[in-house]
Every structure is written in structure tokens, then in C-alpha cells.
């Protein structure tokens, strides 16, 4: 039997069976609207999961997405706010395409995490901002097969080639502050950076001052990641939570920071 890939390919690992939940709302993911203080700048809220129900009762999809921000009209700024855990590369993938032809300039703004393919919709910003205490995670894509070995060889194939479709979003982004081989070492290690990790590797532009994660964020999502540092482990994510103390906030750093080192040991010795 071949499988759907378009409906199982994940940069966040969800299944398509927890997609696929009767009990999930049709709610988009995205809020577009005018800015209440300028008839010439839009905001785009991106939070929650990334992922297309055009195949439920609803019809969310990248066309909305994009019907929505054509409705702002002729507007000189756009403002991205980013909470998200990731969801579906391909509908991620078209929204990143739709942002970056858009002709306003876009300021990026990682409220809380921009985890796995809202990490690759952030690199359309023509300005990325950071909280120091925000995150943002980089890994390879992954899906679910069902077929034969060759069916299987060929999704593995597939997952190759859409990596590699995705590496340029990165490195249009980054510029010469990071090399093509360290970002593939980056998405192989599943990483979590911090903001000034970010800023270190052309990742985000700009670290703003620590806030509060005010934003819904899944916590099941999380559940799907290797490699989540135990400072966001049983976090309340779902609601408005405290900003990290300091004890926290170092020891997720050095978490991290050991995580690279490690991985960084490993690949160079194969």
C-alpha cells in the first residue's frame, strides 16, 4: 500500500492519527488582522500547531493563509508574532513562501518557541527578534511509511529531499555565520537554541530583553522531541506562565550547550 506522504510527512513528528482526532476543532492556527495604531501595518499570530484540515469539515489551508494576509491590502509593515511547536513541513513550506514574496517589510518576533518547521516560517523575516528567554528548535524531517522495503527506501528518499529543500531557507537567512555542513549537524542533533544561540548563528537578528510566555503553546507537541531540555519539561506552557528564574535559565543553557558539544563529538568521530 502506498502511503499519503503529503498528509504524513511531519517536521514536528505528530502523528497523522492525532491529526486525524474527531475531537480536534477546525480552528485555525494563524490570526490575521489590521494594526490597531497604523492603517499600513498587519499582524500575523502564529501560535499553536501547525496543521492542514483540508481533508476534515474544515477547510484551513496554506490558500487561506494566504487569502487572509491579500485582505490586509497594500500594507508597508507586517508583523509576525511565532508560538508554535511545529506541525506539517508542507503547509509550514507554503506559508514560509507566502510570507517571504510578500512586499511589506516582516519583522519576526519568537514570542515563546518556534520549534521545528516554525522555526524554517520564521527565516522568512526580514528581521527576527528574540526574547533571551525564547527558544527555537531545528531538527530533520520525519514521517510514517507503510509499504514494502522499497516503499520504505523511497520515503526515506523523499525525507532526504525535503530536508533539502528546506536548507536554504536557513542559509538565506544566516548568511556566512553559518556553514551548510554545521546546519546539517544542527538538524541531524535535533537542537534547541536560546536566543543568543540564535543571534550566533544568523539565526534571529536581534535578542530582546526576557518576557513572559503569555501564549498558548501544545505541550503534547513536545512530548513528540528527543531532545527537549528538562527546563521545559512540565513547564505550564498551556496558559500564562512565569518567565524562567535565573537558576533555571543557566541550567537550560548548559543543557543545551552539552547537548551541541556532545553531538558535535559524535559526528566529527564517524
Not at 73 to 97: P, R
Not at 170 to 182: C, H, I, P, Q, S
Request: hydrophobic share 40%.
Amino acid at each position: 500500500m502506498n502511503n499519503k506522504k503529503d498528509f504524513s510527512v511531519f517536521a514536528s513528528g505528530k502523528s497523522p492519527l492525532s491529526i486525524l482526532d474527531k475531537n480536534k476543532t477546525n480552528k485555525k492556527f494563524w490570526e490575521i488582522k489590521a494594526a490597531a495604531d497604523s492603517d499600513d501595518t498587519g499582524e500575523v499570530y502564529i501560535y499553536g500547531d501547525i496543521v492542514p484540515y483540508k481533508w476534515l469539515d474544515g477547510d484551513v489551508t496554506a490558500a487561506d493563509f494566504a487569502k487572509d494576509l491579500k485582505a490586509l491590502g497594500d500594507i508597508k509593515t507586517l508583523n509576525i508574532y511565532i508560538n508554535s511547536c511545529g506541525g506539517s513541513v508542507f503547509e509550514g513550506q507554503a506559508i514560509y513562501s507566502i510570507l517571504k514574496r510578500h512586499s511589506a517589510e516582516k519583522n519576526i518576533y519568537v514570542d515563546g518557541i518556534a520549534a521545528s518547521i516554525a522555526s524554517l516560517i520564521a527565516m522568512a523575516g526580514d528581521n527576527i527578534y528574540m526574547p533571551a528567554n525564547a527558544m527555537m528548535m531545528i531538527h530533520n524531517p520525519w514521517g510514517f511509511a507503510m509499504g514494502n522495503a522499497q516503499e520504505m527506501r523511497k520515503m526515506a528518499d523523499d525525507l532526504d529531499k525535503i530536508r533539502e529543500a528546506m536548507i536554504p531557507a536557513y542559509l538565506n537567512k544566516t548568511g556566512e555565520k553559518l556553514t551548510e555542513d554545521k546546519l546539517v549537524e544542527l538538524l541531524d542533533a535535533e537542537t534547541w537554541l536560546t536566543g543568543q544561540e540564535c543571534v550566533d548563528y544568523g539565526l534571529c537578528d536581534e535578542l530582546l530583553e526576557e518576557k513572559k510566555i503569555a501564549a498558548s503553546v501544545s505541550t503534547e507537541m513536545l512530548k513528540n522531541y528527543k531532545n527537549v531540555p528538562d527546563a521545559l519539561k512540565g513547564k505550564n506552557l498551556d496558559g500564562a506562565a512565569d518567565k524562567l528564574s535565573e537558576e533555571e535559565r543557566t541550567k537550560m543553557i548548559q543543557e543545551l550547550k552539552a547537548s551541541i558539544k556532545k553531538r558535535e563529538k559524535i559526528l566529527g568521530g564517524m
